[in-house]
């Protein structure tokens, strides 16, 4: 007999392990960071469509808030904003002009007139550009206010309306003068004070929310 051949050994295979080239690892980081910048766009987009989609189940525009959403300092000033624009109007009516801040607050008109309650501390300043004039309130405490603004907008002279019976029921967007012609008053607050008083053509462009005391989809149910 033969003896038993000895066990073959296994057979050995060297295999050589490189590092990722340069270029490798740059498209791995580059991928990556794409990667990141995709999920941020998406998250800042789906919060931006899920808050645009709540203004519009409440029945507003995105650049509009409630009075009701407004913490109690802010309604405060918001409340006394309208009395003071209903004082104005007198005014106006009497002089064909709106008063200076300085004869409302001289009459004790707030907010013109500043009170022990106001914390804002507001300087406000009246300006017309055109047929727009604008009440606008700039916190005098380092911007931990917001600013406020009350904008009249009279009508074209060329296209004026006005009303037959000017004493009438008036939505909460225009007011009358006394001999009938329409006025569209805005109230607006922002949160991030402008460093002057120079109001634009359109608020909502410039940083301003407009204050509603009713939603549109409110003032629908009333309507039907």
């Known amino acids: 007999?033969?003896?038993?051949?000895?066990?073959?050994?296994?057979?050995?295979?060297?295999?050589?392990?490189?590092?990722?080239?340069a270029r490798d690892e740059e498209s791995a980081v580059f991928l990556s960071a794409v990667f990141i910048v995709l999920c941020v766009i998406y998250i800042v987009a789906f919060e931006v469509y899920d808050g645009a989609a709540k203004q519009r189940d409440?029945?507003?525009?995105?650049?509009?808030v409630l009075f009701t959403d407004l913490p109690p300092e802010e309604q405060r000033i918001f409340r006394q904003m309208r009395e003071g624009f209903d004082e104005a109007l007198v005014e106006h009516g009497q002089s064909g002009e709106?008063?200076?801040v300085a004869r409302l607050a001289a009459d004790g008109v707030a907010p013109f007139a500043g009170d022990s309650l106001d914390a804002s501390?507001?300087?406000?300043?009246?300006?017309?550009?055109?047929?727009?004039?604008?009440?606008?309130?700039?916190?005098?405490?380092?911007?931990?206010?917001?600013?406020?603004?009350?904008?009249?907008?009279?009508?074209?002279?060329?296209?004026?309306?006005?009303?037959?019976?000017?004493?009438?029921?008036?939505?909460e967007?225009?007011?009358?003068?006394?001999?009938?012609?329409?006025?569209?008053?805005?109230?607006?607050?922002?949160?991030?004070?402008?460093?002057?008083?120079a109001v634009g053509?359109?608020?909502a462009r410039d940083?301003?929310?407009?204050?509603?005391?009713k939603s549109l989809f409110e003032l629908s149910q009333e309507q039907k």
């Open 173 to 197: 967007e225009h007011r009358a003068l006394p001999d009938g012609t329409l006025l569209h008053v805005t109230y607006w607050r922002r949160e991030r004070a402008p460093v002057d008083d």
């Open 121 to 171: 501390r507001l300087r406000w300043t009246v300006r017309s550009d055109g047929l727009a004039t604008s009440y606008v309130g700039i916190p005098g405490d380092g911007g931990a206010f917001p600013a406020y603004l009350v904008r009249i907008q009279a009508p074209d002279p060329q296209a004026i309306e006005r009303l037959s019976q000017p004493n009438a029921a008036l939505d």
């Open 58 to 64: 409440r029945g507003l525009l995105p650049y509009q």
């Open 207 to 213: 940083g301003w929310s407009q204050i509603r005391l």
């Open 98 to 100: 709106w008063p200076a």
């Open 1 to 21: 007999m033969q003896p038993d051949s000895p066990a073959t050994s296994p057979s050995v295979r060297t295999v050589e392990v490189r590092p990722p080239s």
């Open 201 to 203: 053509a359109d608020p």
